[in-house]
């Protein structure tokens, strides 16, 4: 009868009722124990849609100083998009013991590095994708300022894990190592060259990273973060895009349109690799610090069209991670079966 059992255990797990809605969580714990002291939480938001047996893209989405997931996912109206495209949303946050701002802390060093912080939120993201029926192949990206700058870290340093990525009124990667050269460089653009940043990071990066397709997006008006920091954003990622292409090919464009649809203007520009768009970038006329298309009810939004967040999952939803190479599966197998010959 035992044995029975146990061989529908895994049966039935797969047949069990998967949690949905809005789900909290926090940080693993022998993540906090080590080098994320402080205690952080998550929200998840996974649609009633999904099932155990699916395999359904995750999109992480890092909020902005002075709010917090629940706040940023009611700004954004994220969730009713995953609603309608049957996808998960992520949403960690930030505690007021790392930041009293709840601002992400992407210009500490260990953080621009891959360490801190970054390291702390990719490992939230493969315990979720274990945890939950998420497609690894299609791993999404997306941030608000602070959540912006945090995005161009994670594209850079764990560009094997993101199949794209979004940045709303960001700074470009290493775009400060302090909070007062943070500050400064939110004030005016940051003072290091994004084509020399560039070609530091595709010197240090291993073979296992690889450039993130991105979109990035500003408002013309935005005083808190000044627009010249995505047209460095826009810069840094060309320039690492034909670095570590082989053989180097650069990005050929900009293709500019001026779209007047609903709500503002905006100029979109893209740029192509063998017909396909991997960088756009959006400027909004006359937006704020803000996320365009949102709920005005929550600071840092604006209700005003264009959507962001359709825009966002337009964008990104394009994209899939390559496969993994079988060799290394293999060779897993092979020491395995050695060994157990050898015993």
Same mark, same amino acid.
């Given at each position: 009868?035992?044995?029975?059992?146990?061989?529908?255990?895994?049966?039935?797990?797969?047949?069990?009722?998967?949690?949905?809605?809005?789900?909290?969580?926090?940080?693993?714990?022998?993540?906090?124990?080590?080098?994320? &002291?402080?205690?952080?939480?998550?929200?998840?938001?996974?649609?009633?849609?999904?099932?155990?047996?699916?395999?359904?893209?995750?999109?992480?989405?890092?909020?902005?100083?002075?709010?917090?997931?629940?706040?940023?996912?009611?700004?954004?109206?994220?969730?009713?998009?995953?609603?309608? #495209?049957?996808?998960?949303?992520?949403?960690? @946050?930030?505690?007021?013991?790392?930041?009293?701002?709840?601002?992400?802390?992407?210009?500490?060093?260990? *953080?621009?590095?891959?360490?801190?912080?970054?390291?702390?939120?990719?490992?939230?993201?493969?315990?979720?994708?274990?945890?939950?029926?998420?497609? /690894?192949? &299609?791993?999404?990206?997306?941030?608000?300022?602070?959540?912006?700058?945090? *995005?161009?870290?994670?594209?850079?340093?764990?560009?094997?894990?993101?199949?794209?990525?979004?940045?709303? !009124?960001?700074?470009?990667?290493?775009?400060?190592?302090?909070?007062? !050269?943070?500050?400064?460089?939110? /004030?005016?653009?940051?003072?290091?060259?994004?084509?020399?940043?560039? #070609?530091?990071?595709?010197?240090?990066?291993?073979?296992?990273?690889?450039?993130?397709?991105?979109?990035?997006?500003?408002?013309?008006?935005? *005083?808190?973060?000044?627009? /010249?920091?995505?047209?460095?954003?826009?810069?840094?990622?060309?320039?690492?895009?034909?670095?570590?292409? *082989?053989?180097?090919?650069?990005?050929?464009?900009?293709?500019?349109?001026?779209?007047?649809?609903?709500?503002?203007?905006?100029? @979109? &520009?893209?740029?192509? &690799?063998?017909? @396909?768009?991997?960088?756009?970038?959006?400027?909004?006329?006359?937006?704020? #610090?803000?996320?365009?298309?949102?709920?005005?009810? #929550?600071?840092?939004?604006?209700?005003?069209?264009?959507? !962001?967040?359709?825009?966002?999952?337009?964008?990104?939803?394009?994209?899939?991670?390559?496969?993994?190479?079988?060799?290394?599966?293999?060779?897993?197998?092979?020491?395995?079966?050695?060994?157990?010959?050898?015993?």
């Amino acid at each position: 009868m035992r044995a029975t059992l146990s061989r529908l255990a895994p049966w039935r797990r797969l047949h069990a009722p998967l949690p949905a809605g809005w789900l909290a969580g926090r940080f693993p714990h022998a993540l906090r124990a080590r080098t994320f &002291r402080q205690q952080r939480d998550y929200f998840l938001y996974v649609p009633t849609t999904v099932t155990r047996r699916d395999r359904v893209p995750l999109l992480v989405m890092l909020h902005g100083c002075s709010q917090d997931a629940r706040t940023f996912a009611e700004g954004t109206r994220m969730n009713e998009v995953a609603d309608q #495209h049957h996808f998960i949303v992520l949403y960690p @946050q930030q505690s007021l013991q790392a930041n009293p701002l709840r601002c992400w802390n992407w210009f500490e060093p260990r *953080t621009r590095e891959g360490a801190g912080e970054a390291a702390a939120i990719v490992t939230l993201v493969r315990d979720i994708a274990r945890r939950y029926p998420v497609d /690894r192949s &299609r791993v999404y990206l997306a941030g608000i300022s602070a959540g912006g700058a945090m *995005t161009a870290v994670l594209a850079f340093c764990y560009g094997a894990i993101f199949a794209a990525c979004a940045m709303v !009124a960001g700074v470009m990667y290493r775009g400060a190592d302090s909070a007062l !050269a943070a500050a400064q460089t939110m /004030r005016a653009g940051a003072r290091l060259s994004p084509e020399t940043t560039a #070609h530091e990071a595709a010197r240090r990066v291993s073979r296992k990273l690889r450039f993130v397709p991105a979109l990035v997006m500003h408002g013309s008006r935005d *005083t808190v973060v000044h627009p /010249r920091n995505a047209e460095q954003i826009v810069s840094q990622f060309r320039k690492f895009a034909e670095l570590v292409s *082989t053989p180097p090919e650069p990005l050929a464009g900009p293709v500019e349109r001026c779209i007047n649809g609903e709500g503002r203007k905006y100029w @979109q &520009r893209d740029y192509v &690799r063998s017909d @396909q768009v991997l960088l756009r970038s959006i400027s909004v006329d006359g937006l704020g #610090h803000a996320w365009s298309g949102g709920d005005e009810r #929550h600071r840092f939004n604006d209700a005003a069209h264009p959507d !962001a967040s359709r825009l966002i999952w337009d964008f990104v939803s394009k994209f899939r991670r390559p496969a993994p190479p079988r060799w290394p599966l293999i060779r897993f197998w092979f020491r395995y079966l050695r060994r157990y010959l050898r015993s």
